[in-house]
């Protein structure tokens, strides 16, 4: 091939492969996406840091120090009307609970702090909506009519994270039959500004003299002021013993709600996987305030097709005509030069993307190169290679780590495996719809998954209605056998709330049996190499957890091994349930009843 030749083909290809880029990116391809979304993160977090706060924001926090001094949640109504009490006298602007009361406690008491609440003039109540696969709402948990009538303001608190759980958009209004309902951080804005209504327009919601950029959903992208603990928050038990000065509150937009471990509202942001749903809220309201709003419509749109195309092809025309010793570094430069703009952008709040046009200069740059060095086959059988299997997060960070693991086989490691499965689960799905049967056991997987990635573990597989997993790899952990106890015991707790949804919903509950055990096990890449592989963990022990799960259905609880207890046993309240002999084993196993955790753990959690 003729330099010649090659030059008019380079151009050609610099054309082809930014009409490409502009293609994928109308694609919104889920990976290119979500790596998109996570430079927006990097550009809050690693870039731009924290930014000033509105002062007169503060929250009203049920804490574990307050729960420690007026006692388990939810307390009784007469706390949270000693506090509308304290609040109004003190003279704050506004007071938003992020709390439903949607049952009834007593008459007597609902009624006295409706009073409260009437009597203040400054109360918003929250409700949340169900929401259909659309986001429209469908239903609506409200708070009892006795309460809900004697608010200012209802809002609702409803969350909408991104497929990767971060929480990167609100949205500012839900229609439901018939009428609009703010959100609270909205309704918070509202209320500082003494604004009465809002106005929804075509991809923006009216505010006073403010303009609020959204999508056609109401959905507005929130610029973060910082991670959590930059609003200024008190303690609901130091606010009702009278601890705080009530000058404190005055003028203030006080917002109310849960940060306690044990109620732990947690919200994923940019800046933290551990930030409290009122602070999410705070936050929001506070960007309203400002004014100082995030853009990602149509002249974001128009600024990432233009630094598309003008890289792609500027990129594939340096290549074609330099070194690669003065192609690459060059290539580098307007890169770096390309993520700074975009950073620039970001502080105008304006998020253009920063992958697309990233990946056009790299894709430009590869193509071209390969073109004139090595010829479009060899680039051909690199990209088949690139893409040619996919593995998990934890997988790939372990592999990165110990590239030399990525083979068939494993290594021998001491883990803890649980294994839970729905009781009599044929008996109960031969009753029903397969379409009945499918919904409810995804409410339970799903809420399973939740616990168990929480409490750090892997999720190994669904068997069917059953769960396989464990702690202890493939990453190390030391504690591996308490988290798998303190994360069944939550799966028991948050199975309590699931039956209790189902019964309300008319729908015959289940119930499960968990095993946990510990023990070695071979754990590491399983299958066939080039075709389908898998990490996983294979051995006797786990055919183990798989026999004395059947146990647990006589005792109404997790059952444990003896070398499980042997670790836990200083935390945990177990019965022994002597040895049993499993199916397929010939030597006795000492298992025990898992009831609860020790007292000092309770009152800590």
């Not at 003039?121 to 429209?136: C, K, P, Q, R, Y």
């Not at 991809?203 to 991670?227: E, F, H, Q, W």
């Not at 993307?353 to 059988?381: E, G, N, Q």
């Amino acid at each position: 091939m003729s330099p010649k030749r090659l030059g008019y083909i380079t151009v050609l290809l610099g054309f082809l492969t930014a009409a490409f880029v502009v293609v994928v990116y109308y694609m919104q391809m889920g990976f290119l996406e979500g790596f998109e979304a996570r430079t927006y993160d990097m550009r809050f977090k690693a870039m731009r840091g924290p930014v000033e706060h509105n002062s007169n924001i503060v929250i009203i926090a049920i804490d574990d120090r307050s729960i420690a001094e007026l006692g388990r949640f939810p307390w009784t109504r007469e706390s949270f009307r000693e506090l509308i009490d304290f609040v109004s006298k003190a003279g704050a602007k506004a007071v938003l609970l992020d709390v439903l009361f949607s049952e009834e406690e007593s008459t007597e008491v609902d009624g006295r702090l409706a009073s409260s609440i009437k009597d203040s003039g400054i109360a918003t109540l929250a409700v949340a909506f169900e929401l259909s696969g659309d986001g429209s709402a469908v239903s609506i948990i409200d708070n009892i009519s006795v309460l809900a009538g004697s608010a200012k303001n209802t809002a609702h608190i409803n969350v909408f994270p991104d497929e990767d759980g971060v929480i990167r958009w609100t949205r500012l209004a839900v229609p439901y039959e018939g009428k609009l309902y703010p959100s609270l951080a909205l309704t918070a804005a509202m209320e500082a500004m003494g604004a009465n209504e809002i106005e929804v327009r075509d991809y923006c919601v009216a505010l006073g003299s403010k303009t609020i950029p959204t999508d056609r959903d109401t959905g507005m992208l929130i610029n973060y002021t910082g991670p959590p603990g930059a609003y200024k928050k008190f303690s609901f038990s130091d606010v009702i013993k009278g601890r705080i000065a009530p000058g404190q509150l005055k003028d203030k937009v006080v917002f109310v709600g849960a940060t306690a471990i044990g109620i732990y509202d947690m919200r994923v942001t940019p800046f933290s996987n551990n930030s409290s749903g009122v602070e999410l809220n705070a936050n929001v309201a506070d960007n309203i305030l400002r004014g100082d709003f995030m853009r990602r419509g149509g002249i974001e749109t128009l600024i990432d097709l233009l630094s598309i195309a003008a890289l792609g092809i500027v990129i594939s025309l340096i290549t074609a005509s330099l070194r690669v010793s003065v192609s690459f570094p060059l290539v580098l430069v307007l890169a770096a030069g390309y993520v700074f703009f975009s950073y620039l952008m970001f502080l105008a709040g304006r998020w253009v993307s920063m992958v697309y046009p990233i990946f056009s200069v790299v894709l430009s740059y590869s193509v071209t190169a390969y073109l004139r060095f090595f010829y479009l086959d060899r680039k051909a059988k690199e990209i088949r290679s690139m893409f040619s299997s996919y593995v998990s997060k934890k997988v790939v960070d372990e592999l990165i780590r110990n590239p030399e693991s990525a083979k068939i086989g494993g290594d021998n490691k001491v883990i803890t495996i649980m294994f839970a499965d729905i009781k009599n689960y044929t008996t109960y799905s031969e009753k029903r719809r397969p379409q009945d049967v499918v919904n409810i056991l995804n409410d339970y997987l799903a809420e399973m998954t939740n616990v168990i990635l929480e409490h750090e573990g892997t999720l190994d597989k669904f068997l069917g209605d059953g769960i396989l997993a464990y702690w202890g790899a493939p990453i190390e952990q030391a504690d591996h056998a308490e988290l798998a106890v303190r994360c069944a015991r939550e799966m028991i707790r948050r199975m309590e709330g699931l039956q209790r949804k189902w019964v309300a919903e008319g729908t015959e509950p289940f119930s499960f049996g968990i095993g946990i055990n510990t023990g070695e096990v071979i754990a590491g890449n399983i299958g066939a190499k080039g075709k389908k592989m898998e990490y996983t963990v294979i051995g006797d022990n786990v055919n183990l957890t798989y026999r004395i799960q059947n146990e647990s259905r006589d005792v109404n609880c997790p059952v444990i091994t003896g070398s499980v207890y042997a670790r836990v046993k200083d935390i945990v309240v177990a019965e022994p349930m002597g040895e049993v002999t499993v199916k397929g084993k010939h030597i006795p196993v000492s298992i025990y009843a898992l009831r609860d955790m020790c007292r000092e753990e309770n009152q800590d959690a």
